[in-house]
């Protein structure tokens, strides 16, 4: 299994956990809107859309007349959003796509993807090919991960599992969360960016606390990270029953140190990207 089949058995894993990776990245939405900027009825695709959290957000906000769009890879996430939508609501439209590589039957006036864009098998083709998704003076906005030292939320429960099992290294340029998280890889995202044709480019940082799961406590907090958090259940059912036990309790006593207002929050830090196509 590759590691993110999001078309296949990672896109299963997020859709069983949905709810809770929606309410821990909820507060993203609303940084990410704000740079997308849709000051006037326009047409709106939201790339990798997963259940269409961020996707009915952005038809919430835009202004009356908007059409929203939701594209993913995932059948079964697809699915999933087409359920959460009214029959009458033809404001908001969700279908199975490959962007990376799918012509769009008429370009938008806005892109935005929540955490898409980092898992581009070929990402100076995607990118070119998204070129042809936006409009002439239409604009993206676009959020990545910041460096993995800023985002405790999930790098301390990978420490955690690693103290229980072993976690094979990933590749910085490879497919992956934070594939533009440093210096150079962000300095890399730009530099496709610009290549692809788009222009007026530029990087903000968002920095915030997400609630882990939701407003959950920290044991199923800790079931939910363990659960949803890249491989690490996969891992740690090979390793066997103790090996999870440990997981759980050493997890949830590092959620304990940072419940607050009914959650576990955990800081995160968010790079989003803007630009436009000329």
């Given at each position: 299994m590759?590691?993110?089949d999001?078309?296949?058995?990672r896109?299963e894993k997020?859709?069983?956990?949905l ?7 909820l ?13 006037a ?6 790339l990798?859309c997963?259940?269409?959290g961020t ?7 835009a202004p ?16 999933l ?9 033809r404001?908001?439209v ?8 799918a ?6 006036e ?6 898409g864009?980092?898992?581009?098998d ?6 070119a ?19 993995p030292?800023?985002?405790p939320?999930t790098?301390?429960?990978r ?12 590749e ?18 730009l530099?496709?960016?610009d ?9 903000r940082e ?16 800790a ?5 949803s ?22 997890v ?15 800081d ?6 803007t630009?436009?196509?000329?």
């Amino acid at each position: 299994m590759q590691a993110f089949d999001w078309a296949g058995a990672r896109g299963e894993k997020w859709r069983i956990h949905l709810s809770g990776m929606e309410s821990t990245l909820l507060p993203i939405d609303e940084p990410l809107l704000r740079a997308l900027a849709i000051d006037a009825p326009s047409r709106i695709a939201d790339l990798a859309c997963g259940g269409g959290g961020t996707t009915i957000e952005v038809a919430k906000h835009a202004p009356t007349g908007s059409i929203v769009h939701g594209f993913d890879v995932s059948p079964s996430l697809i699915e999933l959003a087409r359920r959460r939508t009214r029959s009458d609501e033809r404001a908001i439209v969700f279908d199975v796509a490959d962007v990376a590589m799918a012509a769009p039957d008429k370009p938008y006036e806005r892109l935005v993807s929540r955490f898409g864009v980092m898992f581009f098998d070929d990402p100076r083709a995607a990118f070119a090919n998204l070129l042809r998704w936006l409009a002439p003076g239409g604009r993206f906005a676009f959020a990545v991960w910041g460096p993995p030292s800023e985002n405790p939320w999930t790098t301390s429960v990978r420490d955690a599992v690693a103290r229980i099992v072993e976690i094979p290294p990933s590749e910085p340029e490879a497919p992956g969360p934070f594939r533009y998280a440093d210096a150079a890889g962000s300095d890399r995202l730009l530099a496709l960016l610009d290549h692809a044709g788009f222009a007026e480019l530029d990087v903000r940082e968002w920095r915030g606390a997400l609630p882990i799961g939701g407003h959950v406590s920290p044991a199923e907090a800790a079931r939910f990270a363990l659960a949803s958090f890249s491989s690490f259940a996969e891992l740690l059912a090979k390793a066997g029953d103790a090996a999870q036990d440990d997981a759980r309790r050493s997890v949830t006593a590092l959620f304990s140190d940072h419940q607050r207002d009914g959650a576990v929050r955990m800081d995160a830090c968010v790079r989003i990207v803007t630009g436009a196509r000329p």
